[in-house]
């Protein structure tokens, strides 16, 4: 599905952007000038783009309920394995790269921004969400074809990590008889 493909892309933009804008912010202002309408507009321009992302999230998971209600498998297991798998080096680069700028960004708020580090984990938790829908979909139409498929890979759709294990482990059960 292009929605897919979409959300995808624009999962490593979010990544992008979210190296740039701190540094960015970090270097407008650096010398002396401050907080100006750069780094306002550079902020700006981030967090829009973390909409956008999350918008498309939303119509990737509403085009994979459209596919369920048709019934095309083959569509979803072509989106499913998309964003499963597709997202892996996304989520493990995400995890460094936020482990090192909150980190960074705590340690300089001597822990005052800590209560903000909830912020970029539920945003990340909300794009596996966003993919877990066309996996639990997917792992639906097969439960309802008749194949052997546990609630728990259901579940797993929606946890970072069992997420990535349960879609590989379905899907090398499905490629061998």
């Not at 794009?127 to 259901?154: F, K, N, P």
Request: charged share 10%.
């Amino acid at each position: 599905m292009k929605t897919a493909k979409l959300f995808l892309a624009g999962m490593y933009v979010h990544l992008v952007l979210s190296v740039i804008a701190p540094i960015g912010v970090l270097y407008l202002g650096w010398g002396g000038a401050g907080w100006n309408r750069s780094n306002g507009l550079l902020l700006l321009f981030y967090l829009c783009a973390i909409g956008l992302v999350q918008l498309l999230g939303w119509v990737s998971a509403g085009a994979a309920v459209s596919a369920y209600r048709r019934n095309d498998m083959a569509r979803l297991l072509s989106a499913w394995r998309t964003l499963k798998l597709g997202a892996i080096p996304f989520h493990i680069l995400n995890f460094f790269w936020s482990v090192l700028a909150w980190g960074a960004i705590v340690a300089a708020s001597r822990g005052v921004f800590l209560l903000l580090v909830p912020i970029p984990v539920c945003l990340t938790w909300l794009m596996v969400v966003q993919s877990g829908v066309t996996g639990w979909l997917y792992i639906r139409c097969l439960r309802e074809s008749g194949e052997d498929a546990a609630v728990l890979h259901s579940v797993c759709q929606f946890l970072p990590v069992l997420d990535v294990l349960s879609t590989l482990l379905l899907l090398r059960r499905r490629r061998t008889p």
